[in-house]
């Protein structure tokens, strides 16, 4: 039913998905620069080293003593802008070795580095979506080899329809569903060529072909029947519905013959019929349920002996 009162907001904390990543509603997020603030927490001998390079950085003198180089990521945001620059390098690569690529993506953007940062995805294979919206900016031949590296990432992780779909965005109608056939994803592949391919179009009847073969082969012969119908094959339909035996099914196998035209095939499938009819009148001790009832020519019956599915079944098949 529907509410006649909006729900009372819950008071709960949400989780919302940002880029490649997932944080609650209300926070802040880990941050991109873990380093720096790794730094920014060290012992108190660091951040006097710390401070004391600072100051000579920006006020010039003489270069403290210390035990160690300072890096970018130990002063780089309180010193110069080379060292943003290398503290950007230094965040960046603890990144991508912890496989945080849509961090490291991020920081590419901010230094305007994107060339780099594209090329070197493409290099380790983990080009990501969000890498993706910015890979355009590079130009359309480095977009399209992004793109295509990435639908190699989601082919080797049985990604098939997502691939497909980026093979669409580079116009490769025909790649994105022969992938999808071969990886037996054949509703999503029907369902792309219906709408980019022309209706008499080869690809759409061979679909519905392998399809049928694979429903039959699953004793799905329902779905296998339609597939053949789609697809013209009006005869191979009935053949694969003639392998039901019960009543109903050689019921709508009867229609299903007459709206097709297939007149040779009647004779044996109201035979089967009425001999499926026999069965059901025995087994229930001489009653048939209502809806069973049809009034069948009394020859049919002797005919099924000479004239029976399983003939026309091997003559359609040979």
Known sequence: LPCTEPPEPRQETMTVSVGDTKRKRGSRGKSLLPLASRRDHSSKVEQAEQILQI??????????????ALTGADI???????KVFELIAEERANHVSENHHHQAVLLGIWSSDLGSTVNTAIQTKTVTESLLSVAVMCGLDKYTEAVECYISQLTKSRDFVTAASYLLILGKTSEAIALLVEEECYREALAIAKMRLSPDDEAIKNIYGKWAHKQDRDMQFDSAVKCYLASGDAARAIMVSLRRKD?????????VAEITK?????PAIRAALAEAKAEVVEDNGGCLAEEEKVNVDPKILSEQKQIGPDIIVHNLGS
Request: proline share 3%.
């Open 55 to 68: 100051a000579t950085d920006m006020f010039g003198g003489e270069a403290p003593t210390s035990s160690g």
């Open 76 to 82: 780089g945001l309180y010193s110069t802008r080379a």
């Open 247 to 255: 009543v109903a099914a050689l019921q709508t196998t009867v229609r």
């Open 262 to 266: 297939q007149d040779e095939m009647l």
